[in-house]
């Protein structure tokens, strides 16, 4: 990762090289933190930040689920992450805010442990790669199973919960893959490591039913960009056999953005090429991302 100048932590910047917890931290021992991914991208008027209301939204809805009350009002927090990256002096980059059970007693009960909030940017290009966003990527189905609802709160980006995800990411690796698909407890597709899954059949868009997923932000673009473009998307059950004989398959994410999936277990996805539902909805998600498409100027908060 390249160091830049500035981390804002709890309300006040400071050096890259100073951004420090002790180590006696809640988060660090239990994983008593929630947190986003948003990205700023350039625009031909300046910087702007992506979705970044809704970000924020997911961000209190989660630390309502976790019962840790932000000491910080919504504003505050989109002040800190626009002086953030003001401060970095960025065109583009990605956001990590993220709030934790900090310094205090050591137990499993966070309640008497205070809450820190710490905001950081960095430039980041595509998760993988360039490459793979064009061409597309190889995906595994994991080993591990997508945390249980009532054992997780899948609706909250909690740290917890990214351990599952570390692991099927390495699994997925070692085997040779790109990147993880999870199952759920019941067998049907979840999403991957850290993204959303959808797939096209007979020029249908499916994804998996919300209950076992985390509720993306890109997940949400996609849906919304491909029903104005008149594409009919389906909330469903999905089972690997779908995937595997699936016309297209991508992911959709902050950090993926919309990524090709070109194969599955060793099976080829359609043509075992990015196809051209999957160019379409890339090519109207980074128009609107970088301020080309005035449909969805109200998903852009300009610096």
């Excluded at 979705?51 to 939204?57: G, I, M, N, T």
């Excluded at 997925?172 to 797939?199: M, Q």
Aim: charged share 25%.
């Amino acid at each position: 990762m390249q160091e830049l100048e500035k981390i804002w932590i709890n309300g006040d910047l400071v050096p890259w090289k100073e951004a420090k917890v002790h180590v006696l931290t809640h988060a660090l021992h239990y994983g008593t933190a929630i947190f986003e991914g948003i990205r700023c991208y350039k625009t031909n008027s300046g910087p702007a930040v992506f979705r970044l209301q809704d970000h924020l939204k997911r961000l209190y809805d989660s630390a309502h689920i976790v019962r840790m009350a932000i000491p910080y009002s919504p504003e505050e927090l989109e002040k800190g992450i626009i002086d953030t990256i003001k401060a970095n002096k960025l065109e583009e980059c990605y956001i990590r805010p993220i709030v934790f059970r900090g310094y205090g007693e050591m137990g499993i009960d966070p309640s008497s442990c205070g809450v820190d909030c710490v905001i950081a940017v960095w430039r980041w290009g595509a998760y993988m790669g360039e490459k793979g966003i064009k061409e597309g990527i190889r995906a595994k189905i994991s080993s591990y199973t997508r945390t249980y609802v009532n054992s997780g709160s899948p609706r909250a980006k909690t740290s917890a919960n990214y351990l599952n995800s570390s692991l099927a990411k390495v699994e997925a690796k070692d085997l040779g893959y790109d990147e993880a698909i999870l199952l759920d407890i019941n067998g049907f597709v979840s999403e991957g490591s850290g993204e959303n899954i959808f797939y096209v059949k007979d020029g249908v868009i499916f994804t998996p039913h919300p209950y076992s997923i985390l509720l993306g932000i890109t997940r949400d673009t996609v849906i919304k960009i491909a029903r104005k473009l008149g594409m009919e998307v389906k909330e469903t059950l999905c089972t690997r056999d779908d995937l595997y004989l699936a016309d297209e398959a991508f992911f959709t994410g902050t950090a993926a953005e919309i990524t090709p999936i070109i194969e599955v277990d060793g099976r080829t996805i359609g043509t075992g090429k990015r196809g051209e539902i999957t160019r379409l909805l890339q090519e109207v998600f980074f128009r609107a991302a970088k301020g080309e498409e005035p449909d969805y100027e109200s998903w852009l908060t300009k610096l």
